[in-house]
């Protein structure tokens, strides 16, 4: 399917176990604000949300991973979940796409258990972050201090703890688009 890519946000996911909310509220918030939000995953088909554990939704794939350039992306959004990072963790072309949009400075949203993703694709040495807890020890294992913030931002890194934290995290990433929530 193509898409225009003036404007366009990319969410990066995994085909399954994505957390709802941390998907849904800010590409809604995205939409509203006059940009193009783009669901891309490491294949074609749908991707799951969840609700903690229940499935709760399912969203279409605009495009995959691998045929994506970040170049073409004015932010990215990592939503959380358990199993959505820690599957995409493993994806060789997502650390690509990540490590291609930070080398661009652009910014870069990853909310509760999605800087698991940023860790195995490089990018958190050095940083502060925001995130679910229990990534406090693999963030430092990985040369970043983890913040009890509810929210971070360092450079053009937007964290944040949990789906508690949408808003602000949404509010945060708004301003980086330059578009005030």
């Known amino acids: 399917m193509p898409h225009s890519t003036a404007r366009a946000v990319a969410f990066l996911v995994a085909n399954d176990g994505v957390e709802d909310r941390e998907l849904v509220h800010p590409w809604q918030a995205v939409a509203a604000a006059g940009f193009h939000p783009v669901l891309l995953a490491p294949t074609t088909g749908h991707v799951h949300t969840y609700r903690h554990l229940d499935r709760v939704g399912r969203h279409p794939v605009h495009l995959t991973i691998a045929d994506a350039r970040a170049a073409d992306y004015t932010a990215v959004v990592l939503p959380g979940g358990v199993a959505n990072p820690d599957i995409l963790r493993l994806n060789s072309k997502a650390h690509r796409f990540l490590r291609e949009a930070d080398a661009s400075g652009t910014p870069i949203a990853a909310i509760c258990h999605a800087p698991w993703t940023l860790i195995d694709a490089d990018l958190v040495a050095g940083r502060t972050l925001a995130a679910w807890p229990s990534l406090a020890t693999d963030?430092?294992?990985?040369?970043?201090?983890?913040?009890?913030?509810?929210?971070?931002?360092?450079?053009?890194?937007?964290?944040?703890?949990?789906?508690?934290?949408?808003?602000?995290?949404?509010?945060?990433?708004?301003?980086?688009?330059?578009?005030?929530?």
């Open 139 to 181: 963030l430092t294992n990985a040369g970043a201090t983890w913040t009890p913030d509810r929210t971070h931002i360092d450079k053009t890194l937007i964290t944040a703890q949990s789906d508690q934290d949408v808003e602000e995290f949404t509010t945060l990433l708004l301003n980086a688009l330059g578009r005030p929530a």
